[in-house]
């Protein structure tokens, strides 16, 4: 037997002594991976296949020490078990090991002072969650093959190690959930191949220089994750213009990101990069990492300033969070012009105006929230927008419109004063008012006079007569006066 893979099943126990027996000389594959196996049957401290190659044993229930290997592993993985006790000084004769995952177990809190001989044949180096203490080690030398490095929830503390910068063929670095204090290392963005770089959950600090400069980096950049840190201060608008690689859709067939290991006997084998990122809304890991995906998480940080217009030249971005920070300015209309965009999270900062109808445009956005801003004015309605819950517009009292209870209220149009209040302008309103009384009773008494002596002239005699008040001294018709 050359190769025995038995991964993803129920198996439990110890692996059993005939395995050991009948294939010391030919078995140069063994891959028991995602098991509840808890060790090997004899507890033998080595592992008798003479012609090993490949050993993975992670995710399962080992206990005890770290089986030793033999002079021919290339790929040595016991991650996610139960191991205990010191790194032994045999691993750094290991000449021809290119993949090393030691992570999550409960071994102690040193390396053995030979580690570095590794790194002139490790691609790939994980040794995450393994309480770390102390200065960062020296993880390259010259022209190191590494690939991959991933020291991430340890108690790394101090600077980041400038060794990295050797480092040329790097494309993935984590160095999340440590105790670095250190300003932002943007000496990073020169090495040519640099994809992930993830520096959560640590204690960096100060404003982010030299974003903005005319040279070139972080070309190949295409997942950035600075959370939790100390930065501040204003982002320049031209900081992520460099970021080649954000700006422009992948257009060839997706794949997982990884590398690829050449074996002596059987060919090649990929291991595929995984990581843990914070992306709509929610963390997750990321078992795979595929080469279309773009993402930015600057969240919870002490930035200022508006947001920075080269945001809008990152065509690639699937996912932008900014929350908690302190944005001000308004939402970038232009974010309506990233089609590929599925979430953005703006939470918590000191953004004004309105939300754009631009991003009405955004036909995947499956998460938006705003949150705690100081937004106002009609929310957009239609497409994505009216998937969103009112959760995304929270703490925002000026915005109305669904999902809000919060309906946006009708302009009344402004009637032009009336007449009297112009009149009122000119004098006051008691002496118009006697006007108009004076200018009534004038008129009237006029009238009433002519009317009066045109009905006596041709009247007056009849109704004297009809009166029988002919004879009577005190009336006299009014004769040879004049009619007015």
């Known amino acids: 037997m050359e190769a025995l893979a038995l991964r993803y099943n129920e198996i439990e126990g110890l692996v059993p ?30 592992l008798p296949w003479v012609c090993l190659e490949f050993f993975d044993m992670s995710y399962n229930k080992l206990q005890g020490r770290l089986p030793m290997s033999p002079q021919t592993i290339v790929a040595y993985d016991v991650s996610n078990n139960y191991l205990n006790g010191e790194i032994p000084p045999w691993i750094c004769e290991l000449k021809f090991l290119q993949f090393l995952d030691l992570s999550s ?50 108690q790394f503390s101090g600077q980041v190690s400038k060794s990295l910068a050797d480092c040329i063929k790097l494309e993935f670095l984590s160095l999340a959930a440590n105790s670095f204090e250190d300003v932002f290392p943007l000496w990073l963005g020169t090495l040519p191949n640099l994809q992930v770089l993830i520096l959560r959950s640590n204690k960096f600090y ?21 959370s939790n840190n100390g930065f501040g201060g204003e982002l320049p608008h031209k900081s992520f213009q460099t970021w080649n690689a954000m700006k422009s859709v992948y257009q060839g067939r997706s794949a997982a990101m990884g590398s690829v290991i050449p ?9 595929t ?42 065509q690639g971005l699937e996912s932008l969070n900014l929350s908690n920070n302190h944005f001000t300015g308004h939402i970038l209309p232009s974010f309506g012009n990233l089609k590929y965009l599925e979430s953005l999270d703006l939470f918590q900062n000191e953004l004004s105006g309105k939300i754009p109808q631009q991003l009405l445009q955004l036909g995947f956005l499956s998460i938006l929230n705003v949150s705690f801003n100081h937004l106002d004015g009609h929310i957009p309605q239609g497409k994505q927008f009216n998937t969103f819950e009112s959760n995304s517009y929270l703490g925002n009292p000026g915005l109305c419109g669904k999902p809000l209870s919060k309906e946006c209220g009708k302009f009344k149009v402004l009637l032009p004063p009336t007449s009297s209040n112009e009149y009122e302008s000119l004098m006051p309103s008691d002496i118009i008012d006697w006007m108009l009384i004076l200018l009534g009773v004038g008129s009237g008494l006029i009238i009433g006079i002519v009317v009066g002596n045109l009905l006596y002239a041709r009247y007056g005699d009849w109704f004297i007569e009809r009166l029988g008040m002919r004879n009577d001294s005190w009336v006299r018709p009014l004769r040879n006066t004049r009619k007015n």
């Not at 773009?294 to 200022?304: G, H, P, Q, T, W």
Request: charged share 15%.
């Open 263 to 271: 074996f002596t006997s059987f060919g090649t084998f990929p291991f």
């Open 273 to 314: 990069y995984s990581m843990t990122l914070t992306t709509k809304g929610v963390k997750l890991e990321y078992k795979k990492i595929l080469n279309i995906f773009v993402a930015i998480d600057l969240s919870c940080n002490n930035f200022e300033g508006q947001i920075p217009q080269s945001l809008q030249d990152l």
């Open 105 to 154: 177990n409960q071994m102690t809190r040193t390396l053995p002072s030979c580690f570095g001989n590794l790194y002139n044949s490790l691609s790939v180096l994980d040794l995450k969650q393994y309480s770390f203490h102390g200065p960062m080690m020296n993880t390259c030398t010259q022209g190191s093959p590494l690939k991959k490095i991933d020291l991430s929830k340890n």
């Open 206 to 226: 100060g404003a982010i220089q030299g974003l903005s400069s005319i040279s070139p980096l972080f070309l190949k950049l295409r997942i950035i994750d600075i």
């Open 17 to 46: 002594t005939w395995i050991w027996n009948n294939s010391q000389e030919t078995l140069q594959m063994i891959d028991l991976a995602n098991n509840f196996i808890t060790g090997f049957d004899q507890h033998p401290q080595f």
